[in-house]
């Protein structure tokens, strides 16, 4: 079964408005959790990582500004997208590792993003 | 030179046939390899994974992995068209905390 959730699986919002994307792990702990972009027929991207009670770490071109990542428990990660914009339209997956004896991520079942 | 490169395809085989991908990655100090599984406006989901040198088998699926020639394959025997999907390859460098992932390779089973 599903180890990681992820909601909404597709919004769709107006330019200039923002939205939150939440990323549960399921009965185990996450102190990190990491956030991927996907345009289609392209691969994952990671946007960046989140950090359980200290910011998070953005990869090189990521504004950190406009995708903010709030990581509050071990078990809840938000990424709001702000002010969004067409060009943000995207597939966003989270995924977190469950330390059960591999290093495996586990992702969520993604949200599909579409601004109009 | 990538992280972690895929042949894109795609690659189709005949229903029943053996389907074979592969990957090579960059990094000598890699520890970790990951096959995924992603279909079609969904996310990947976690096939297999491999830690040593050789093959390691679960049911229809095996990987290899050469850590002397950096390369790490997954083979699907007895292919089926459930198996049409892109498949991601994915490895962990030793002191890395996220994974890196190939483009994928897309694979269709012709019936």
């Known amino acids: 079964g599903a180890v990681v959730s992820q909601h909404p699986s597709r919004v769709i919002c107006k330019s200039g408005t923002s939205v939150k994307i939440e990323c549960r792990s399921l009965?185990?702990?996450?102190?990190?959790m990491f956030w991927y972009r996907q345009f289609p027929k392209q691969s994952l991207m990671l946007m960046a990582t989140s950090n359980e009670g200290s910011k998070a770490t953005y990869e090189q071109g990521v504004e950190k500004d406009k995708f903010l990542i709030n990581h509050a428990s071990l078990t809840l990660s938000t990424l709001t997208v702000t002010s969004a914009h067409p060009e943000d339209s995207s597939f966003y997956i989270c995924s977190a590792r469950t330390g059960r004896g591999n290093e495996a991520l586990h992702f969520g079942n993604g949200t599909r993003l579409t601004v109009t | 030179q990538k992280e972690v490169e895929q042949n894109s395809g795609p690659l189709s085989v005949p229903e029943g046939a053996i389907a074979s991908l592969n990957c090579t990655y960059s990094d000598r100090g890699s520890q970790s390899f990951f096959w995924y599984r992603q279909y079609s406006g969904k996310s990947p989901e976690l096939i297999m994974f491999i830690y040593s040198n050789g093959d390691k088998e679960d049911g229809r699926f095996t990987a290899q992995l050469n850590k002397a020639s950096q390369y790490v394959s997954l083979l699907i025997r007895d292919s089926q068209p459930s198996d049409s999907a892109t498949y991601l390859c994915?490895?962990?460098?030793?002191?890395?905390?996220?994974?890196?992932f190939g483009t994928g390779t897309r694979l269709t089973v012709i019936p």
């Open positions: 994915a490895v962990n460098r030793g002191g890395a905390n996220n994974l890196f």
């Open positions: 009965d185990f702990q996450a102190t990190t």
